[in-house]
């Protein structure tokens, strides 16, 4: 797809690492799989996962996590 940032790059299958912020909470995720722009590098994730790391912010806030790092597994 092109980016709708640069709007002159195609994005590519890559990986990134995701942080999260919330409510004194810092979610960290590697390896998370994204469309990367080969220009600007701006990332897009698909809306499944960005639903599921949201979930997962919104419980480490919940459970009192300050910061908590891991490496996406797909579910």
């Known amino acids: 797809m092109k980016c709708v940032i640069c709007e002159k790059g195609e994005t590519r299958?890559?990986?990134t690492t995701i942080t999260l912020e919330r409510d004194g909470a810092t979610l960290?995720?590697?390896g998370v799989?994204?469309?990367?722009c080969a220009n600007c590098g701006e990332e897009y994730?698909?809306?499944r996962i960005?639903?599921?790391f949201l979930k997962k912010?919104?419980?480490a806030v919940k459970d009192g996590v300050?910061?908590?790092i891991r490496e996406y597994i797909a579910a």
Do not use: S
């Open 66 to 68: 300050q910061i908590d």
């Open 28 to 30: 960290i995720v590697k």
């Open 57 to 59: 912010a919104e419980k």
């Open 33 to 36: 799989p994204a469309e990367i």
């Open 45 to 47: 994730m698909d809306e």
């Open 13 to 15: 299958r890559g990986k």
């Open 50 to 52: 960005t639903k599921q």
